[in-house]
């Protein structure tokens, strides 16, 4: 027994690889030496996080020795258990390069004990990006960077609104950047676009999410469509080019009457070297009207349009021009 112990530590040391840590977890916990706990088939090594959905650890598999994003959820009610199933069976149905895997979207049940009592809790299992930083923490990066990592970003919500979903709460922090390719998470308010007859357990109207990334429309409490998911991704654009929030308040209440009411700040006021056109696209999908938002297509149309350096409706299809061009018009009329 021993000797297969040393053999695990060996082979570890000598190749520092996570299939052969995961072995040695498995021999330490046969001879009963300290291991990381495990749970779902994932020894939890680190924890991440902590956030309104669930717990995030850092989990080695034990089957396949790779690395994954184990997040549990605390569910004390079967309101909280099924919220939590149809959350990860919508997030399933989102199939994009930038969403990480959702490896399982049957979680595993489990029981903890927290202060002395048993909590049942359900096990996720996803995929982890590794390394990786939020688009909060890169701000400011240069027009270019910004529009290049929008354009994935875009295809994210044309990915979502197909599902029939509306993510609700997109912000600088959900949007995470790993090896230069974007990601989107935080789906935990994912919910229905308006006229879905499919039963709605989370909440189907604001303010709720990230407040300074809330469309108006949300703060108004009315349904989020993907018109809102728009808003919300060109405001973390808008934050991500001049390293400032939209709109700053010292109250929630305050807030949601500056974003409904007043006119957005110009982004040259902090990054005065910002193309005319980068801010004309980014105050675009932050209009107050959300009709006149562009459509996913259109905003990654645009991008692609700055980026190779021609006019941004030379971007566009004709119907697409016409369309951008009366809302410009709005925009810049009132």
Not at 44 to 72: C, F, K, P
Not at 203 to 230: C, K, L, N
């Amino acid at each position: 027994m021993e000797e297969r112990l040393r053999a695990a530590e060996r082979a570890y040391q000598a190749s520092g690889s996570s299939q052969d840590l995961a072995r040695l977890y498995a021999e330490r916990a046969r001879v009963q030496e300290p291991v990381p706990a495990f749970v779902a088939g994932c020894w939890l090594e680190r924890e991440l996080a902590r956030t309104g959905d669930g717990i995030l650890w850092r989990g080695l598999q034990a089957e396949s020795g790779d690395y994954l994003l184990v997040r549990v959820y605390e569910v004390r009610s079967d309101h909280q258990r099924e919220r939590v199933r149809r959350v990860l069976g919508r997030r399933a149905r989102i199939a994009h390069p930038t969403v990480p895997a959702l490896l399982e979207h049957s979680p595993h049940p489990l029981t903890l004990e927290r202060d002395g009592e048993r909590v049942p809790h359900l096990v996720s299992l996803e995929e982890l990006l590794d390394p990786v930083a939020e688009l909060f923490r890169l701000s400011p990066l240069s027009w270019q960077e910004v529009l290049g990592l929008a354009i994935p970003l875009c295809g994210t919500l044309a990915a979502i609104r197909a599902a029939g979903l509306v993510h609700r709460a997109i912000s600088p922090r959900r949007i995470l950047v790993s090896e230069g390719a974007p990601f989107l998470v935080g789906f935990s308010q994912v919910g229905l676009l308006p006229g879905s007859d499919e039963l709605e357990l989370t909440r189907t109207h604001g303010p709720f999410g990230a407040p300074y990334f809330m469309a108006p429309e949300q703060m108004r409490a009315d349904p989020a469509t993907t018109a809102s998911d728009v808003y919300s991704l060109a405001a973390s654009l808008y934050c991500a080019l001049s390293g400032r929030l939209p709109f700053s308040a010292p109250t929630v209440g305050q807030l949601s009457q500056r974003i409904v009411r007043d006119p957005l700040p110009d982004p040259r006021e902090f990054a005065p070297d910002l193309p005319a056109e980068v801010v004309q696209l980014v105050l675009l999908g932050m209009h107050k009207d959300p009709r006149r938002r562009p459509t996913p297509e259109e905003l990654a149309e645009g991008c692609r349009a700055l980026l190779t350096g021609a006019p941004l409706a030379a971007g566009l299809t004709a119907r697409s021009r016409r369309t951008w061009l009366q809302r410009a018009w709005g925009l810049f009329s009132g």
